[in-house]
């Protein structure tokens, strides 16, 4: 594996890093954010601004608009607009959107890409993934899945109840994983504006950095026609598996942004701070807290790349992925509670954005497969030498 940077990559890691700096994290502190994320205004102002800097959705191909980025490359790009909570935003690169873009590249139509991924990589729409459902509905285990779709002519029918769907409110569309009459699951595309779809209710969560925040959606027999299955019928679990090996990295990459992030604010404090005769990062206590933070971020980093590595010779990375999302999401939890402890009071209250990061961090070892789930993973891969 090569660790070194290309030219090109180099100048559009730093095309990143400064626009990040001078066009997003400026408005990290605008009023149009509440509990349940970005509003759609300030989403459109953001999305406009990378448009502009020649930055929106670089992960897409080519065809669609995009950079058509390796994995690698992803690694480098999406740390750094990870660096703000709305970078990510700004570059179209957050999550569900990040994984149905994949996901659809690889699945979709020629007619389902002109009608529902064109405009999603444009910027112009957002989407949901709609799999996660209460109990005893499909949660960490897929294989639990509830939620119906019925044959009806040459439509079918889908009825269920699906929660914790980032991005439900103005999603201009869902995916949304049914179960068929013989047991196998499939993945629809529906618009959400048809009367079969209803949002019931937003749920308050610690994180706010999701537009269109954390949704419970009913389904009520609705009617999805044919053209409309997202693949074949039947292979619904076999495409989570496409979305979601890619989709736990990325995620890693954004957060270990916004852990470099944190722990640069926190470091900026404590080589100014003084406290006993010295500077806080002098004494002892917080120097070690540096040191772990530096081998924490280096060590993620490291996983990331890896797995990135391994996606782009081919492989399907599940093993390698599971490892990174287990590793990466305690590592970045690791550094930014040490920097909450090292800025103090400032660390727990909205004078930095550390406390907004810390909020928004701690879902990340439970969205896409908690980490005790991925290790039960990894234990069985490594009792079978299937790895």
Known sequence: M?????????????????????????????ARQGAHGPAEELRDELVARARRAGLLTPHASPELGGMGLSHVEKAIVFEEAGYSPLGPVALNIHAPDEGNIHLMEAVATEAQ???????????????????????????????MLQTMAVKDGDDYLISGTKWFITGAEGARFAIIMAKMEDGSATMFLADMDQPGIRLERLMDSLDACFTGGHGVLHFDRLRVPANDVLGEIGKGFRYAQVRLAPARLTHCMRWLGQARRANDVALAYVRRRQAFGKPLGEHEGVGFMLADNELDLHTSRLSIWHTAWALDQGS???????VSKVFVSEAVWRVVDRCVQMLGGQGVTSETVVMRIFRDMRAFRIYDGPSEVHRWSIARKILSEKH
């Open 2 to 30: 090569d660790f070194s940077l290309s030219p090109k990559l180099v100048d559009l890691q730093q095309r990143t890093r400064a626009f990040i700096a001078e066009q997003v994290i400026p408005l990290e502190n605008d």
């Open 113 to 143: 890409k002109a009608r529902w991924l064109q405009p999603l990589v444009a910027g112009h729409t957002r989407s949901c993934f709609a799999m996660t459902e209460p109990a005893p509905g499909a949660g960490a285990d897929p294989a």
């Open 316 to 322: 399907r990375g599940n093993f390698e992925s599971s």
